[in-house]
């Protein structure tokens, strides 16, 4: 047989039919190499002796395909030499194919599943996930928590009114910051409301850690159920969200942030103070933030006292006061109309109680005392500063910050949450308004009398005796449109209602005899009698203590003329101190004024209540004795109360008290000193009674009631006065015109001629009438008291009556001018043996009393004194004597012609 018919020689492992074997042996589940790998060190050759080119050698799987593919691609030719040899070892076995392919980390999709079945996850797989997730969460979780820091309370949930109240405890106004809030102690809320809001919000609050899960839970099953509602938040998450995280948005990251504070706060701070926290910084309508404002708005009452039916009505509106205030809100939304609030509100509120009941937090026996919807105050809205309550503030608010010794600054009081306690008596402001807008409208016309009723101003103060306190003012027609305070400092000077300070001088220190020397010297004094006689005379010359005439810088006289030119008792011009008080004879108290020295008469002012300040005037013209100083008409009431108050003097006040988060910041402290004794007081007191009683004060008599007043018109009739006392309260008037438009930067005094068609304005006129129709109403209703019974005082010093002439004179032939000339001659020349009490003015006159009875001494009623250089005649008669005649003229500071001094004071 020829060489190329031979058969090839069999490989070795069995040939043909061992390679059939091997790979039919191959794993089924196996799948063939993909086209164009290059072999295994693991596989069997791509093809062996005897077959043919290019047949391919099947795969025991894809990952060893893969395998076999990258070693392939690596390892060149020697990767097919490899698999060759490793072919041929496992080709020599019984055909049990390649061995197993090795477990992936994530089986997904599942090896060795076809189909739908590939793609179900195994439960090994879904439990591993599962834990996977949530591991990691609480992985995320822990490190928040330890990261996460409490943030402090925000400002805005500190910011607060300050809240003024009346004497009588009732709020005046919340004002002084953008938040009407006034935060307060735990221990001041009632524990009725933290029960109410634990059983309506968050019944698991004393267990719960910040957060309740089964809380969200019921709220979603609830909600699902159309049932009562309650928050998924618990009062930890809401006081975090509006007192620590300030931010009310309904953002993933807000609500993740307040979650994990929210576990801290819980954790770390106080339920008392979370509670208080809540409740002071959330809202329930009405502008209130916070319990105490809105027990206030709701109630008007302090949150402390309030009972477990309100607190059950402020934990409704908790839920949302714009549909469950039963006021309504439908400007809102027309939904929250009255009727549908006050329906959803009363539901709720019995729902409230009878959770607090089924909570344990409130007995069933209370519940059924609280069958009826609470009574609600009518809705606050914000109050304006208007009025006079714009006044009071402003009065307050100065006093507490002037005298608090730096405990409450301007600056610590603008950031609110002060609780001030005033002395203002709600009722006595209401009247004294009343009494001035009387009178303003029935006298003035500002468009009939353009000229004469514009720019009219009107103050007034009322003070206690007894305590100093301020109880009512009139600070102008309405503090929005009148800024000026003018119970306060105005600068309108008071005219001769300063007399009294000169005759309590007077009395407290005496007069110093003619002793001559040094003008400085003091020299030997003389406490004087009400009876002492003074010269009425007009154009008066005025002099020193040793008895020459006082000369101005300039070397010029000074002559003190009386209102309208008067004389007074000629021929001799005496007059008694009493009669010169009750007439307002400027002379008589100009002198004596310079008798007892300007000096002391300033200390008298300042001793019963005014200030040494820039409204206080130089004690060095006589003149200063009618009252150029300005004080304002609080310190003027405050101390014509010292007399009343028989010499005992306290400073005005304001403020009783102010506290803040119910800690006491401030309390007044009533000094009391006794600048004059019981009988320089009480015999001033007496005097000055003369005034109303038959002087130029009648106009403010009191059927009833004993009034010690005086009256003060200033020259040039800038200014009027009348300040009086009963032994209850002390009151002070002024009138006078000023343009104090803010714009004007002169603002200068005008004068009052024919003001209210008055030929003159005198305190007697509008500030009288005005203090006879408030003090009326003000003292309605409160018993009758007298002054004491003055105790005798000092001596009756007077001048030696002239010899009588040969021939009357002109004078002692006109009535008019004396009615009683003969009893001239009965006064004593200088001082008697035994000096006579001054008497009460409804006693028996005796004869040392000139001019009791008769009517001040003349026929042309009680008229008050001149200026200097006086307009033509008159004075300020009695309301019964009709209209007043002309003015005072305007002397400078040396006067006019020598002839008087700066001002004409009545």
Same mark, same amino acid.
């Given at each position: 047989?020829?060489?190329?018919?031979?058969?090839?020689?069999?490989?070795?492992?069995?040939?043909?039919?061992?390679?059939?074997?091997?790979?039919?042996?191959?794993?089924?589940?196996?799948?063939?190499?993909?086209?164009?790998?290059?072999?295994?060190?693991?596989?069997?050759?791509?093809?062996?002796?005897?077959?043919?080119?290019?047949?391919?050698?099947?795969?025991?799987?894809?990952?060893?395909?893969?395998?076999?593919?990258?070693?392939?691609?690596?390892?060149?030719?020697?990767?097919?030499?490899?698999?060759?040899?490793?072919?041929?070892?496992?080709?020599?076995?019984?055909?049990?194919?390649?061995?197993?392919?090795?477990?992936?980390?994530?089986?997904?999709?599942?090896?060795?599943?076809?189909?739908?079945?590939?793609?179900?996850?195994?439960?090994?797989?879904?439990?591993?996930?599962?834990?996977?997730?949530?591991?990691?969460?609480?992985?995320?979780?822990?490190?928040?928590?330890?990261?996460?820091?409490?943030?402090?309370?925000?400002?805005?949930?500190?910011?607060?009114?300050?809240?003024?109240?009346?004497?009588?405890?009732?709020?005046?106004?919340?004002?002084?910051?953008?938040?009407?809030?006034?935060?307060?102690?735990?221990?001041?809320?009632?524990?009725?409301?933290?029960?109410?809001?634990?059983?309506?919000?968050?019944?698991?609050?004393?267990?719960?850690?910040?957060?309740?899960?089964?809380?969200?839970?019921?709220?979603?099953?609830?909600?699902?159920?159309?049932?009562?509602?309650?928050?998924?938040?618990?009062?930890?998450?809401?006081?975090?969200?509006?007192?620590?995280?300030?931010?009310?948005?309904?953002?993933?990251?807000?609500?993740?942030?307040?979650?994990?504070?929210?576990?801290?706060?819980?954790?770390?701070?106080?339920?008392?103070?979370?509670?208080?926290?809540?409740?002071?910084?959330?809202?329930?309508?009405?502008?209130?933030?916070?319990?105490?404002?809105?027990?206030?708005?709701?109630?008007?009452?302090?949150?402390?006292?309030?009972?477990?039916?309100?607190?059950?009505?402020?934990?409704?509106?908790?839920?949302?006061?714009?549909?469950?205030?039963?006021?309504?809100?439908?400007?809102?939304?027309?939904?929250?109309?009255?009727?549908?609030?006050?329906?959803?509100?009363?539901?709720?509120?019995?729902?409230?109680?009878?959770?607090?009941?089924?909570?344990?937090?409130?007995?069933?026996?209370?519940?059924?005392?609280?069958?009826?919807?609470?009574?609600?105050?009518?809705?606050?809205?914000?109050?304006?500063?208007?009025?006079?309550?714009?006044?009071?503030?402003?009065?307050?608010?100065?006093?507490?910050?002037?005298?608090?010794?730096?405990?409450?600054?301007?600056?610590?009081?603008?950031?609110?949450?002060?609780?001030?306690?005033?002395?203002?008596?709600?009722?006595?402001?209401?009247?004294?308004?009343?009494?001035?807008?009387?009178?303003?409208?029935?006298?003035?016309?500002?468009?009939?009398?353009?000229?004469?009723?514009?720019?009219?101003?009107?103050?007034?103060?009322?003070?206690?005796?007894?305590?100093?306190?301020?109880?009512?003012?009139?600070?102008?027609?309405?503090?929005?449109?009148?800024?000026?305070?003018?119970?306060?400092?105005?600068?309108?000077?008071?005219?001769?209602?300063?007399?009294?300070?000169?005759?309590?001088?007077?009395?407290?220190?005496?007069?110093?005899?003619?002793?001559?020397?040094?003008?400085?010297?003091?020299?030997?004094?003389?406490?004087?009698?009400?009876?002492?006689?003074?010269?009425?005379?007009?154009?008066?010359?005025?002099?020193?203590?040793?008895?020459?005439?006082?000369?101005?810088?300039?070397?010029?006289?000074?002559?003190?003329?009386?209102?309208?030119?008067?004389?007074?008792?000629?021929?001799?011009?005496?007059?008694?101190?009493?009669?010169?008080?009750?007439?307002?004879?400027?002379?008589?108290?100009?002198?004596?004024?310079?008798?007892?020295?300007?000096?002391?008469?300033?200390?008298?002012?300042?001793?019963?209540?005014?200030?040494?300040?820039?409204?206080?005037?130089?004690?060095?013209?006589?003149?200063?004795?009618?009252?150029?100083?300005?004080?304002?008409?609080?310190?003027?009431?405050?101390?014509?109360?010292?007399?009343?108050?028989?010499?005992?003097?306290?400073?005005?006040?304001?403020?009783?008290?102010?506290?803040?988060?119910?800690?006491?910041?401030?309390?007044?402290?009533?000094?009391?000193?006794?600048?004059?004794?019981?009988?320089?007081?009480?015999?001033?007191?007496?005097?000055?009674?003369?005034?109303?009683?038959?002087?130029?004060?009648?106009?403010?008599?009191?059927?009833?009631?004993?009034?010690?007043?005086?009256?003060?018109?200033?020259?040039?009739?800038?200014?009027?006065?009348?300040?009086?006392?009963?032994?209850?309260?002390?009151?002070?008037?002024?009138?006078?015109?000023?343009?104090?438009?803010?714009?004007?930067?002169?603002?200068?005094?005008?004068?009052?001629?024919?003001?209210?068609?008055?030929?003159?304005?005198?305190?007697?006129?509008?500030?009288?009438?005005?203090?006879?129709?408030?003090?009326?109403?003000?003292?309605?209703?409160?018993?009758?008291?007298?002054?004491?019974?003055?105790?005798?005082?000092?001596?009756?010093?007077?001048?030696?009556?002239?010899?009588? &002439?040969? $021939? /009357?004179? #002109? @004078? !002692? =032939? *006109? %009535? +008019?001018? &004396?009615? $009683? /000339?003969? #009893? @001239? !001659? =009965? *006064? %004593? +020349?200088?001082?008697? $043996?035994?000096?006579?009490?001054?008497?009460? %003015?409804?006693?028996?006159?005796?004869?040392?009393?000139?001019?009791?009875?008769?009517?001040?001494?003349?026929?042309?009623?009680?008229?008050?004194?001149?200026?200097?250089?006086?307009?033509?005649?008159?004075?300020?008669?009695?309301?019964?004597?009709?209209?007043?005649?002309?003015?005072?003229?305007?002397?400078?500071?040396?006067?006019?012609?020598?002839?008087?001094?700066?001002?004409?004071?009545?």
């Amino acid at each position: 047989m020829s060489e190329h018919r031979r058969k090839p020689p069999q490989p070795q492992g069995g040939g043909r039919a061992a390679a059939r074997r091997g790979a039919s042996g191959a794993p089924s589940g196996r799948r063939a190499a993909p086209r164009g790998a290059t072999g295994s060190p693991a596989s069997p050759p791509a093809h062996g002796p005897g077959a043919p080119e290019g047949e391919e050698r099947p795969y025991g799987g894809r990952a060893e395909a893969r395998r076999a593919a990258r070693n392939g691609s690596v390892g060149g030719g020697g990767g097919r030499r490899r698999a060759a040899e490793g072919g041929a070892g496992r080709g020599r076995g019984k055909g049990r194919g390649h061995d197993p392919a090795k477990k992936r980390f994530i089986d997904y999709p599942r090896a060795g599943k076809y189909g739908a079945k590939r793609w179900i996850p195994s439960w090994r797989l879904v439990t591993g996930l599962f834990i996977g997730f949530f591991g990691s969460l609480l992985a995320v979780a822990g490190i928040a928590y330890a990261l996460v820091e409490v943030p402090e309370v925000a400002k805005a949930a500190r910011a607060q009114n300050n809240v003024y109240y009346w004497a009588d405890g009732s709020q005046m106004v919340a004002t002084g910051g953008e938040t009407n809030r006034q935060i307060i102690k735990y221990a001041d809320i009632p524990k009725a409301m933290r029960n109410a809001v634990i059983s309506a919000e968050n019944k698991s609050f004393n267990k719960d850690k910040g957060v309740d899960p089964m809380g969200i839970a019921r709220a979603f099953v609830n909600m699902a159920k159309g049932g009562q509602t309650q928050g998924g938040s618990t009062i930890t998450q809401q006081y975090v969200k509006n007192a620590r995280l300030d931010d009310q948005s309904q953002t993933f990251s807000r609500k993740f942030k307040e979650l994990f504070i929210s576990i801290k706060v819980g954790r770390e701070v106080s339920k008392e103070e979370i509670m208080a926290g809540y409740l002071n910084t959330a809202y329930y309508g009405r502008n209130a933030y916070g319990i105490q404002a809105a027990a206030r708005a709701y109630f008007g009452k302090d949150a402390e006292k309030l009972n477990p039916s309100e607190c059950a009505l402020l934990a409704t509106v908790l839920k949302g006061a714009t549909y469950y205030d039963p006021a309504g809100y439908p400007e809102i939304d027309p939904a929250a109309n009255p009727k549908a609030n006050k329906e959803r509100a009363e539901k709720r509120w019995k729902w409230v109680l009878d959770e607090e009941v089924k909570d344990g937090r409130l007995s069933a026996e209370v519940r059924n005392k609280y069958t009826e919807f609470p009574k609600l105050q009518s809705p606050r809205s914000n109050v304006k500063l208007s009025g006079q309550v714009g006044y009071l503030v402003s009065l307050a608010k100065a006093y507490v910050i002037n005298t608090s010794d730096g405990k409450i600054t301007a600056s610590q009081l603008e950031q609110g949450g002060y609780e001030i306690h005033t002395t203002f008596d709600k009722k006595k402001v209401a009247q004294l308004e009343k009494a001035v807008q009387k009178v303003r409208k029935a006298n003035l016309d500002p468009k009939q009398r353009p000229d004469k009723d514009t720019h009219v101003q009107f103050g007034g103060a009322s003070v206690n005796p007894k305590t100093g306190a301020i109880e009512a003012i009139y600070g102008g027609e309405d503090a929005t449109k009148h800024f000026t305070n003018n119970a306060d400092i105005t600068g309108a000077q008071v005219g001769s209602t300063y007399k009294p300070f000169v005759l309590a001088a007077a009395f407290k220190n005496g007069i110093r005899k003619e002793t001559g020397g040094d003008v400085q010297s003091d020299g030997e004094r003389i406490i004087v009698n009400p009876k002492s006689l003074y010269s009425g005379k007009n154009k008066l010359k005025i002099k020193k203590y040793d008895g020459t005439v006082w000369q101005d810088k300039d070397g010029k006289e000074w002559l003190q003329t009386n209102d309208g030119q008067k004389d007074y008792n000629p021929p001799t011009y005496k007059i008694d101190l009493r009669e010169a008080m009750r007439e307002s004879v400027n002379s008589a108290y100009v002198q004596l004024g310079m008798d007892v020295g300007l000096d002391k008469v300033k200390r008298a002012a300042m001793d019963a209540g005014l200030r040494d300040d820039r409204t206080m005037a130089g004690a060095t013209y006589p003149s200063f004795s009618l009252g150029t100083s300005s004080p304002s008409a609080i310190r003027m009431a405050g101390s014509y109360a010292t007399f009343a108050a028989s010499g005992k003097q306290r400073d005005p006040f304001s403020v009783e008290e102010v506290e803040k988060e119910g800690e006491t910041i401030f309390k007044q402290d009533v000094e009391t000193k006794s600048p004059f004794s019981p009988e320089v007081a009480d015999n001033v007191t007496d005097v000055l009674r003369t005034v109303v009683e038959k002087g130029t004060g009648t106009a403010a008599k009191l059927p009833g009631r004993q009034v010690a007043g005086k009256t003060g018109t200033t020259d040039g009739n800038k200014s009027a006065w009348f300040v009086g006392y009963t032994p209850q309260l002390s009151t002070a008037i002024s009138m006078y015109r000023l343009d104090d438009d803010e714009n004007n930067s002169k603002r200068e005094f005008l004068e009052m001629f024919g003001t209210g068609g008055q030929k003159k304005i005198h305190g007697a006129s509008f500030p009288a009438e005005i203090w006879r129709d408030y003090m009326s109403a003000a003292l309605e209703g409160e018993p009758v008291m007298r002054f004491p019974v003055p105790q005798p005082i000092g001596e009756i010093v007077g001048y030696t009556p002239p010899p009588p &002439s040969p $021939t /009357p004179t #002109k @004078e !002692t =032939k *006109e %009535p +008019s001018h &004396s009615p $009683t /000339p003969t #009893k @001239e !001659t =009965k *006064e %004593p +020349s200088e001082t008697p $043996t035994t000096p006579s009490n001054s008497p009460d %003015p409804t006693e028996t006159c005796n004869d040392w009393d000139l001019g009791c009875g008769d009517d001040g001494g003349n026929n042309n009623g009680g008229v008050e004194n001149g200026g200097v250089n006086g307009g033509p005649g008159g004075g300020e008669p009695t309301p019964t004597t009709g209209p007043t005649d002309g003015g005072n003229g305007n002397g400078g500071p040396r006067g006019n012609d020598n002839e008087g001094g700066w001002f004409g004071s009545d």
